[in-house]
């Protein structure tokens, strides 16, 4: 009929035989590639920022601020931080950057998040690259076996992300001391520390798990009002998990980059009082 | 002839919406192999489309609510013209239709204490109306849809196969009932054996034999151009049970929503729920007029507000004003848009406006009207919260339909038929109250598949036989569309070009609504038996390109002769029927008479052989017969004042 | 009023091959795709095949590819296209075709009846149900799907790979899994049958990658993803890869 197209021989997808006969692998003709573009480059751009960040081990400290690449810092060759995040459990024998140690909790937290597996296995790995386009793949297993497996794991990277964030929060009840760790005082730093550790929160919070563990693994709420509550506050947060995801993604490498800009004196931390 | 594929079967259910599954499943659970046939996909019926509820005195809300109130207010809806014993039976039995679909999985809205919710709706004394937000219609059917995987899943474990007892064949067309004959079976002829259908993806034909078939195929709005109906209705159960000898009842009573869209004309009929002037939507000509207060007829001039201003103070002080005339009944508002509309004073698109934007704030309507809101907004790109809404009349449904035994849901005269839901006729009456669709559906849906289910149990051996020649002749009858065009068949002109069924469907469409619709008049409908003899004898040349596999135009051309029968008993009923009630509506005739309520109008086949050919156009294809009906029991008249009795019956029925 | 002439390619072939064929066609004001395919079958292609129903984005029957992106034929409204826009209608692509923009939807309804289904509990009668609103706001979010069939259609997990429609059910289906296994009174656990798990070992949720099409093509709004398929994830974790919960629904039992 029509233009005469035969139907597909043994192709797969959409090429299969049985299916309407196009060739095309899809007929969008939006800008479907943005999306997925937009999303590599924002990622690609934090991981060369945080390799170079996580390596480098120098200019991760300006008294009051730690890096929040760098804390807790686990290590002996940590700088000493006054009252800071220095817990030398590994003793003296890690030579490398001590954020390697610490970096693999946040890291794996958002490796598995709902939100990034979503962005990075469209942006990435094309698969698919956008909705009702063809990825290039020959066969698909999902998360069905090793390595996608242990993206079930994501709910003990929340748990660690908890207790970073916690110290993160101390980080930030550290950063009201001045240069010379006297207390009440506030600078530029202290409000760049303030606005992360809250989207911090609201990230980790606003995780799937998270919300499946305050009550969404419940079958009655209304037999447990407390965490229905729950559930609800976090499903308001959960709706925005990608817009914090992103948002966080900045604001914890803005911090870095702050303390990063003060420690090697190329910014002199405006103090407010 | 072509070699048919042949499957025996105890029962068949026609029609796979809230009626013909609640039957299957019933029929199946007494232990009949039952098999389903829709002309869409499973689980698309028309009964989606229902919003409101299910109808059911279980008294959650109001503990008041018993069935001989839900009994008196049906009744009543029907301007006590309803078949009083389904009536009686719809509103004891339908409390339980409701709490079973709770074990089969279905969600409905619940009150405080967990029950399930009931709200209030037009007609109806206490809150009664079970429901899920504005989708109980979806719910309703994929609740039945599941039940019936459920049930086939059973069957599965049992004998390995998913449909050794229950199947569904979706997408697949009956085009005759076959009855045994007195050369095939030694037994009394007539009986139901079978149905001759097509798969609509293939365009194989194949028969069903089954002793019992039930048919439940929903209305017939499709003959009518603006409808509220999807492409299903046209029609066919109602067709077939006239072909195959069954009398349809009462067919002139057609319900015309007040409130459809009239634009854009891809939504042209869907429905604007009465809520919007419940809410304080009121309606205006294109002079900007409130037009309803020059439309109170006398008998309500004392219960409607004589000011805009009684009629805005009505909405938040009920008690010491009275109701705004929008709030008039469904007849008088759909009178009085059509008389606007006649006068010049319409909307562009030929309707009313009906405007909410300025009567609350834009906040207000998204809260209290949310479908309206979003159904304007996503079909229409109208936002209702900033402009007027352009509404006219849209036919909604058909009170009238297959004759049937009030407790079998048996078709009369012709053994191992049965009919449920909208093509079963006398439940409603002259006019059906909102939320008692769905539970009519349950009612006797169920009550369909029981007796369906029995009668085939009852016949054991000697089931009727399919008739070869009965086979051949519904095959030959199908495939005349493809050879249109040869015209062969009497009455068509040799040479001359094959007519076209959107066409055809088209022109009928507009022949029903302009002359047998809302507002009927005698000449009118005599020009409309006029055009639809014209349109029968033009509809034989319906011709059709291309091949039988999935092809639409074949599909029409097929379903035209079911619109064409339905549409001329609607006409012929409507002109014999010489008073107003309910979904008829007569400018000759404005009054109720109580000696018209103890009348039925029948539509028979005139030529009972079920042979559609060479009909005299005048005569057509119908006969009427008028029959008085049964008087109602004793102990259901003491349910209502006398007052109110003396309204609708006549003096001898009062006091026998 | 005004109207123009507008480009329509739509697909029309069967399993034996087919192609895009050109029209043009006239467009009104107001109106959505399944109009246009509708005028093309009344004036130029009377076999032209194409499912539909209600035409009111309720009964989920004419789903189809417009301009690459599944859609409903009926809620895709032709003021949304340029008027030098070409439009491409195709059938769903994921599904074997039958005629022109009709496919074999089969998959699906074998999919459903794979899932096993809401068992009633044992000591309660019709009538009997009490069940509170917010228990059963989340199936009943699920219980909305007009089953359209978009995210199946749309899931690239059998949409770019037909071997894998013997092991998964598919976004509809694993829905339908979630909706059961959220229902307040479904009595699966207490006959044997853990949905939780199963979900992962029949019905293939690990195939399920969570990027999202299935909730972008949903006709209804319904967060597939985030409330049906996230959950049932995290369920399946809770049976097979938490040693806490597992261990403390172990005590819990134990207590009761």
Redesign the interface.
């Known amino acids: 009929m029509a233009t005469g197209t035969e139907p597909h021989l043994n192709s797969g997808g959409v090429r299969t035989p049985t299916r309407a006969a196009i060739d095309a692998p899809h007929l969008r003709t939006d800008r479907w590639w943005l999306a997925p573009a937009a999303t590599a480059a924002g990622l690609l751009a934090f991981v060369v920022y945080s390799t170079w960040r996580a390596f480098a081990n120098t200019d991760y400290y300006a008294a009051p601020y730690v890096s929040p690449f760098y804390s807790p810092c686990l290590a002996e060759n940590c700088e000493p931080m006054r009252s800071g995040p220095n817990w030398e459990i590994f003793g003296g024998w890690w030579g490398l950057s001590p954020a390697l140690l610490i970096l693999i909790f946040p890291l794996g937290f958002r490796l598995t998040c709902y939100y990034y597996r979503k962005a990075y296995y469209r942006g990435f790995w094309a698969s698919p690259p956008a909705c009702a386009v063809a990825e290039p793949h020959k066969k698909y297993t999902g998360e069905t076996r090793f390595p996608l497996i242990l993206q079930n794991i994501h709910r003990y990277f929340f748990y660690a992300a908890l207790l970073v964030a916690c110290i993160l929060t101390y980080d930030t009840v550290l950063a009201f001391r001045d240069e010379h760790y006297e207390w009440g005082h506030m600078g530029l730093g202290t409000l760049v520390f303030l606005v992360n550790i809250v989207l911090i929160w609201a990230y980790t919070l606003s995780c799937h798990s998270c919300r499946h563990i305050v009550g969404g693994q419940l079958k009655h709420f209304s037999k447990h009002p407390v965490r229905y509550r729950m559930w609800q506050w976090v499903g308001k947060l959960n709706a925005r998990h990608m817009l914090l995801a992103w948002v966080s993604l900045v604001s914890v490498a803005l911090a870095d980059f702050y303390v990063y800009l003060v420690a090697s004196g190329a910014f002199d931390d405006p103090r407010l009082f | 002839m072509s070699v048919v594929d042949r499957q025996e079967w105890d029962v068949v259910v026609v029609g796979a919406g809230g009626a013909g599954l609640r039957a299957a499943i019933e029929a199946r659970e007494r232990g009949a192999r039952t098999a389903v046939i829709c002309k869409?996909?499973?689980?698309?019926a028309?009964t989606?489309?229902a919003e409101g509820g299910i109808a059911a005195a279980?008294g959650n809300v109001n503990a008041g609510d018993n069935w001989q109130v839900h009994f008196r207010d049906t009744m009543r809806g029907g301007k006590f013209l309803n078949q009083w014993r389904m009536a009686e039976l719809h509103a004891q039995e339908a409390?339980?239709r409701v709490?079973?679909l709770?074990?089969?999985?279905a969600?409905f809205?619940?009150t405080k204490?967990?029950?399930i919710s009931q709200r209030n709706f037009g007609g109806h004394e206490y809150p009664r109306l079970a429901h899920?937000?504005d989708?109980t219609g979806?719910?309703l059917i994929?609740t039945l849809q599941?039940?019936i995987?459920?049930l086939?899943?059973e069957d599965?474990k049992e004998t390995g196969d998913?449909e050794s007892r229950l199947k569904v064949f979706q997408e697949c067309t009956v085009t005759r009932v076959l009855k045994d004959t007195a050369s095939a079976s030694g037994a009394a002829p007539g009986r139901v054996s079978g149905v001759f259908c097509y798969d609509r993806?293939s365009g194989r034909f194949f028969v069903l034999e089954a002793p019992s078939v039930v048919i439940a195929t929903g209305g017939i709005g499709k003959s009518f151009k603006v409808t509220s109906n999807?492409?299903?209705y046209t029609g066919d159960g109602h067709a077939l049970a006239l072909l195959a000898g069954a009398p349809l009842l009462n067919m002139e009573f057609v319900q015309f929503h007040p409130t459809g869209m009239v634009?854009?004309?891809?939504?042209k009929g869907?429905l604007v729920t009465e809520s919007v002037r419940g809410d304080g939507g009121v309606l205006q000509n294109s002079e900007g007029k409130r037009f309803m207060f020059d439309y109170i007829p006398d008998v309500f001039k004392e219960k409607y507000a004589e000011s805009e201003e009684e009629g805005d103070r009505w909405y938040e002080d009920p008690d010491n004003n009275r109701r705004p005339p929008e709030l008039l009944p469904r007849d008088e508002v759909a009178r009085a848009i059509n008389a606007e509309v006649k006068a010049g004073r319409g909307s562009?698109h030929g309707g009313v406006f009906l405007d909410v934007s300025n009567r609350m704030p834009a906040e207000v309507i998204r809260r209290r009207l949310p479908s309206m809101y979003h159904?304007f907004k996503?079909?229409?790109?109208v936002d209702i919260t900033a402009e007027a809404m352009e509404v006219g009349p849209t036919c909604h449904y058909v009170m009238g339909g297959i004759a049937v035994e009030s407790d079998t849901a048996a078709a009369r005269g012709v053994p191992g038929l049965f009919a449920a839901g909208e093509v079963a006729g006398g439940m409603h009456g002259s006019n059906r109250l909102g939320g008692n669709s769905l539970s009519d559906l349950l009612v006797f849906g169920r009550r369909a598949g029981l007796h369906a289910a029995q009668y085939a149990a009852g016949l054991a051996e000697g089931r009727p036989a399919v008739d070869d020649v009965e086979v051949d002749a519904a095959a030959a009858e199908a495939l005349r569309p493809f050879s249109a065009e040869e015209g062969p068949q009497a009455g068509a002109e040799a040479g001359r070009p094959p007519e076209?069924?959107?066409?055809l469907h088209?022109e009928l469409q507009q022949t029903m609504n302009d002359l047998v619709g809302i507002i009927r008049r005698e000449a009118e409908m005599e020009a409309a038996l006029q055009k639809l003899a014209e349109l029968r004898v033009r509809a034989r040349r319906a011709g059709?390109?291309?091949?039988r596999?999935?092809?639409?135009?074949?599909h029409l051309a097929l379903d035209l002769r079911n619109m064409l029968l339905v549409s001329e008993c609607v006409a012929r009923a409507a002109l014999e029927r010489t008073e107003s009630r309910g979904g008829h509506t007569r400018e000759d005739h404005p009054t109720m008479e109580r000696e018209w309520r103890r009348l039925n109008l029948l539509c028979r086949l005139t030529d009972p052989t079920g042979e559609l050919a060479a009909t005299d156009p005048v005569r057509g294809q119908i006969r009427l017969a008028r029959e008085t009906t049964e008087p109602i029991r004793p102990d259901l008249l003491a349910l209502f004042e006398k007052e109110e009795l003396v309204k609708y019956l006549a003096e001898e029925e009062l006091y026998e | 009023m005004s109207s123009y002439e507008a480009h329509f390619k739509v697909w029309r072939g069967d399993v034996s091959g087919g192609g895009l064929e050109d029209f043009k066609i006239e467009v009104n004001d107001g109106e959505v795709v399944l109009d246009i395919i509708h005028r093309l079958q009344a004036t130029q292609a009377p076999d032209l095949a194409v499912r539909w129903n209600c035409k009111a984005g309720k009964c989920g029957s004419c789903s189809a590819e417009i301009n690459g992106r599944p859609r409903l034929m009926c809620m895709t409204r032709m003021s949304i296209f340029g008027r030098e826009e070409t439009i491409t209608v195709t059938p769903l692509r994921a599904f074997p075709v039958v005629r022109d923009l009709v496919t074999d939807v089969s998959f699906n309804y074998t999919k459903a009846r794979e899932v096993p289904s809401f068992v009633p509990p044992a000591d309660l009668g019709p009538g009997e149900y009490r069940m509170m609103q917010e228990d059963v706001d989340r199936s009943q979010e699920f219980r909305k799907c007009i089953e359209c069939f978009l995210c199946q259609d749309t899931c690239h997990v059998v949409r770019d790979h037909e071997e894998n429609k013997t092991a998964f059910a598919g976004p509809r289906f694993l829905m339908r899994v979630a909706e059961l296994d959220m229902h307040p009174l479904d009595a699966a656990a207490e006959t044997g049958l853990d949905r939780k798990t199963t979900a992962q070992d029949e019905h293939g949720l690990g195939y399920c990658n969570i990027t999202k099409c299935c909730t972008e093509v949903c006709p209804e709004g319904i967060k597939i993803t985030d409330n049906a398929l996230i959950p049932l994830k995290e369920r399946a974790v809770d049976r097979k890869y938490d040693p806490l919960v597992w261990l403390g629904s172990k005590i819990r039992r134990r207590q009761s």
């Open positions: 869409s996909l499973f689980g698309k028309h989606v489309m279980m409390p339980d709490w079973e709770e074990t089969w999985g969600l809205d619940r204490d967990g029950r899920v937000g989708r979806l719910e994929r599941q039940k995987v459920s086939q899943q599965k998913y993806e999807s492409w299903e634009w854009p004309p891809s939504v869907i562009p159904q996503e079909l229409a790109d076209n069924p959107y066409t088209q059709v390109e291309g091949h596999q999935f092809n639409p135009g074949w």
